[in-house]
Structures are given as structure tokens and as C-alpha cells.
């Protein structure tokens, strides 16, 4: 509810997506430049590879008053600037799929002519998604492994929890609306206590209980390490996309 | 009060020198006996001022405090010797593995009627005053009785009562757990060594880092866990080298460890309850000098010691 959407223009080369927007009350066109002349906060959503030809194009229409924000995974602030005026307020955000629901964990990073005032407005916006923190430009990357390929790997514990549970006998639909529950009230329960997940997992762990034995299982088979393979994995990769 | 030890190996040795540390207890208040003099533990306890003897009989006349502190298949031939003499002022401390207290009590009450056992497990850094301590009160051992075994106890590290049937996972964690942390420190000094520091300073080092960080948890209120986070500094040396840790399997290991140690001595006591320990695991020199002192035993056949043997059928085990 932060903007209505008669205030938001989208724009596109073809018509494929644009009725999603239309339906949600949004207005679209297909002209990119008439996008910066309505707009003031503009979001360059496009693909990495078609970006380029895109801030060519639009580079005439962009102004001080501009705020410009690109979501385009790898392409950095410096890139981002030399493509636009000089002094052009640029921010690069990451976001992950969950902002669709209102739960996404988000990042951003301000380039040089960016001030207090457009960082501030961002994120008060973007937090009606969910969280949003300003980082240096570094860390955007390891956001990527963590949180925007991360929720791919929660899907992979999720499938696999529910696998154990239909072995153990429970239907898989059941079984699929527990997991995600689990998942859903554990994170929570992080979130809101603010307490250390050591800390959180002990207090579930009775002496010789069901929890401790199935931990045991986990670090047998060192899922910890994984995890941090995965996450390290995904960052790298990143890293090496983004010199592409 | 005075205290006696049967059995004058490392843990009598290491107990007598936390106790007199601590001055709790003066040396000379102080008995150990064993049959074998030629134990290096001997003559640490001797220079220490502890009364030794050969005689465990002379041992348990002396004390009020009675550890038994002899290897688990040994501690059926020592209650059998020395039985006739316990009394009911004496208070029995078995620091052995895996021998439960109703072994003890089934045992002595062919001698008397309501003998006083206490049973705890305790472990070698009693010795520098650091030891971890539990102990489970028998049957007919009151609270005062308790309470003076923890004094004692205090006096050398951490002690707590527990019930009885924790403490099998007791050993497997505090009571190995010196070994385990030699094998680390061992490890560590490796590292370093590899990395270029002298071997002594190495070791130094190393202890000197497991001991400030258990320190620190044992002083702090916080998780191991977050302790932990305080040190990795992001994408900095030690969150590199935890994760290699954990690609090891460095906490399931650990968990592993603790879990065998304690099954194995639930092992050893059910070995022990249905007489199955072999007369390999008692050295023949040891096993010939308690014969000595106690003609009335007998070893069954070439391939079984029966434990409990004795001539009174009441206190055979099945």
C-alpha cells in the first residue's frame, strides 16, 4: 500500500507480460524513455546482457532528479554510471523471490552520487516487500549464494524432509505443508527472538531425544559443510558472471 | 578425617595430589596401598608423604573415606578381600567405570548389612585441581554422606550429583574427554609446527588457546555457537578454517566419540555382570599378588574368570 498503482508505469518491448501489470492497475507502454519522463524512481529490470543497449537508449532522458535503481545481476555500480550522465543517483539492488509475498530479503548498494535521501526512500520502500538492508557494493554477490540462490536450497531441505516423511508413511501432500510450515515458524522464531540458532536448536535437543539423534545424522553427513560449499559456490559464480 | 585408596595408580595419585593441593586433607591423613610396589605412582605417592602400604586391609582399618581406585575387573576381588573389615562408618567411593552401585551393594552385604557406596566418576585433571566430578549415592548412603564426597571433590574441580544411570554418558564425555583434547592439542601443535613454529611453543600455544576458550565458556552466558561467531571475523583466516572443520566431519566425530565411549562401558559392565572378562585383561603379576592376599578365590577355567565367585552361592551373579 505504499504506492497506488496508477503511479507505476512499466514498460516493455512487447506485450507478453504487460497485462499482468495492466490487471493490477498499473499503466504500461512500450516506449522506454517515456518510463524515465513519467517517472522519478526508475527500476531497470531487465536482463544483464540486454541492459547496456538499454541505458544507451534511455541515457539522453536521465537527469539529476532521476533515481535510478537496476536489479541486473553482475553489472556493477561503475558500469551502471558510465553508461548514465555523470553525477546520475544510481543504486544497484538484489533482491529474491520471495519479495512476491511480501517475505524477500533484499540489498542494496549506492553508487557515488547517491545520497542519504534517495537510500533512505528505497529502502522504506522496498521494505513493504520485506527486508531490506543498504550494504557495500561487496557484499551483494554473497547475498546472491545466501538468499537469492539460498531459497532454491531451502526448497531442496524442504523436498527432502517431506521424502523422510513419506517414507516414514505420511502422504506427500500433507507431508510437503508440514516441511514448509516447519521451515516457516523456525525462521520466524529466529527472527523474532533474535536469538542465536545454536542457541535456538539446543533448546529443542532433549538429553537422548528424537532431535539429538537426527542432528547427529546431519553432521554425519556434514551438511554443514555443504551448506557453506553452496553458498560459496553460488558467490563465486557470481563473481565470475558479473567479469563476463 | 582421613582417606584411603585402594589401588596407588593414576587416579589414587592424581586424587592425592589434588587433594593436598587444595589443603584439604594433610598427606600423612592420607593411605594407599597396592600389592605391586613397582608402580612410578608408588613413589610419587611416597614423596609425597602419603602413608603406603602392601596391605588393602591396613588401608580400609585407616580410612573413613574409602576410594576404590582400581581397574573395573578388579574391584570384584577387592570387595571380596576387603569386605569383612568395611563398617558402617566407612563411606565406599568406587571411581570405577561401568561398576554399578548395586554390584557394589550386592557384594558387601554378604559383609555388611547396610554398607555405605557412593559411586563417581571423575578424571585425570583432578590432578592440577581441574577435574570434572559426578557421583550417584547407593542405598544406604545419606546425604551428609554425599554432600562430604563433594567436598572433597570440590576441592579438585567441578562436582555435582547426578542418578546413576548418567553416568556411563558421563565417561563417554568428561571422562575420555582429556584424551580427546590431548589428540587435538597434539593435532593443533602439528599445525603449527607445519606452519613454522617451534614444536614447544606449538604446544604452548595450543593449550593455552583450548584452555582460555573454555574458560571463556565456562565464564560467559552465551552459546559455544556464538562465541564462536565472535572470532570468525567475515571472510577472515578462522571461518576459512572452521570450514574445513566441518567438511571433516570434525562434530559428528566428536559426537561419535562421546557415544562409543559410553557404550563401550555399558559394554564392559554388562561383560562384567555376566562374567565374561578374560584373565587377559588383568595382568597375571597383579592377578597372582591379590590371589595371595585371597586364597578363598579361584579363577573357573583357562578362559573365563568368574568374577563373583566365592563359597557362598548368595552372592553369585547370573
Not at chain 1, 519479495?99 to 535521501?117: E, I, K, L, N, P
Not at chain 1, 523456525?186 to 535437543?205: I, S, W, Y
Not at chain 2, 582417606?3 to 587416579?11: D, E, N, P, R, Y
Request: proline fraction near 5%.
Amino acid at each position: 500500500g505504499k504506492v497506488p498503482a496508477s503511479s507505476i508505469l512499466a514498460s516493455a518491448p512487447s506485450d507478453r507480460n504487460l497485462d499482468t501489470w495492466r490487471e493490477s492497475g498499473c499503466r504500461t507502454t512500450h516506449c522506454n524513455l517515456e518510463v524515465l519522463q513519467e517517472s522519478t524512481l526508475v527500476f531497470l529490470a531487465t536482463k544483464p546482457h540486454i541492459l547496456p543497449g538499454v541505458l544507451q537508449e534511455i541515457r539522453p532522458a536521465v537527469g539529476p532528479h532521476h533515481i535510478v535503481v537496476s536489479m541486473a545481476a553482475g553489472v556493477s555500480l561503475q558500469t551502471l554510471q558510465r553508461l548514465l550522465p555523470a553525477g546520475t543517483k544510481v543504486l544497484r539492488l538484489m533482491p529474491n523471490l520471495p519479495c512476491v509475498v511480501q517475505a524477500g530479503a533484499m540489498v542494496f548498494a549506492r553508487g557515488s552520487g547517491t545520497g542519504d535521501g534517495e537510500a533512505a526512500l528505497l529502502k522504506s520502500l522496498l521494505s513493504s516487500c520485506g527486508l531490506c538492508e543498504e550494504v557495500p557494493e561487496s557484499y551483494i554477490n554473497i547475498h546472491t549464494g545466501l538468499s537469492g540462490s539460498g531459497v532454491a536450497y531451502v526448497y531442496l531441505f524442504a523436498e527432502a524432509l517431506a521424502e523422510g516423511a513419506v517414507k516414514m508413511g505420511m502422504p506427500g501432500g500433507l507431508a510437503n505443508r508440514i516441511a514448509a510450515q516447519t521451515l516457516l515458524g523456525a525462521a520466524k522464531m529466529m527472527l523474532e527472538t533474535g536469538e542465536h540458532p545454536a542457541k535456538l536448536r539446543g533448546d529443542v535437543c532433549t538429553p537422548g531425544g528424537t532431535t539429538i539423534h537426527a542432528l547427529h545424522q546431519l553432521e554425519k553427513g556434514a551438511l554443514r559443510a555443504t551448506v557453506m560449499n553452496a553458498v560459496e559456490a553460488a558467490t563465486n559464480r557470481a563473481c565470475d558472471m558479473a567479469k563476463d | 578425617m582421613s582417606v584411603g585408596f585402594i589401588g596407588a595408580g593414576q587416579l589414587a595419585l592424581a586424587l592425592a595430589r589434588g587433594f593436598t593441593a587444595a589443603g584439604v586433607l594433610a598427606a600423612h591423613k592420607i593411605t594407599a596401598s597396592s600389592p605391586d610396589t613397582d608402580l612410578p605412582t608408588v613413589s610419587g605417592l611416597r614423596k609425597m608423604g602419603v602413608n603406603f602400604t602392601v596391605s588393602n586391609k591396613d588401608t580400609v582399618k585407616s580410612s573413613d573415606v574409602l576410594f576404590l581406585a582400581v581397574k573395573p575387573p578388579i574391584i570384584p576381588f577387592i570387595l571380596e578381600e576387603v569386605g569383612p573389615d568395611i563398617e558402617p562408618r566407612h563411606i565406599v567411593v568406587s571411581c570405577a567405570a561401568g561398576v554399578t552401585i548395586s554390584s557394589i551393594e550386592k557384594k558387601l552385604s554378604t559383609f555388611c548389612p547396610t554398607p555405605k557406596v557412593i559411586r563417581c566418576m571423575t578424571n585425570t585433571p583432578v590432578i592440577v585441581r581441574e577435574g570434572a566430578t559426578v557421583y550417584a549415592t547407593g542405598t544406604h548412603a545419606d546425604v551428609e554422606d554425599g554432600k562430604l564426597l563433594e567436598q572433597l571433590m570440590a576441592s579438585v574441580g567441578f562436582c555435582t550429583e547426578v542418578e546413576e544411570d548418567l553416568i556411563d554418558a558421563v565417561t563417554g564425555l568428561s571422562g575420555s574427554g582429556p584424551a580427546y583434547a590431548f589428540t587435538a592439542l597434539d593435532a593443533l601443535a602439528d599445525g603449527g609446527v607445519k606452519m613454522g613454529l617451534p614444536r614447544r611453543l606449538a604446544v604452548r600455544l595450543g593449550a593455552q588457546a583450548l584452555l582460555g576458550a573454555a574458560k571463556m565458556l565456562l565464564e560467559s552466558e552465551q552459546h559455544p555457537g556464538q562465541l564462536k561467531d565472535n572470532v570468525c571475523s567475515p571472510g577472515g583466516a578462522t571461518i576459512h578454517a572452521l570450514h574445513f572443520l566441518e567438511s571433516g566431519g570434525f562434530r559428528s566425530l566428536l559426537i561419535n566419540a562421546v557415544e562409543a565411549s559410553c557404550i563401550r562401558t555399558r559394554e564392559l559392565q554388562h561383560l562384567a555382570d555376566q562374567e565374561k572378562i578374560s584373565p587377559a585383561a588383568i595382568k597375571k603379576t597383579l592377578l597372582d599378588k591379590v590371589k595371595l592376599e585371597s586364597p578363598s578365590l579361584s579363577v573357573a577355567s583357562a578362559n573365563k574368570v568368574s568374577l563373583f565367585n566365592s563359597k557362598s552361592p548368595s552372592s553369585k551373579k547370573n
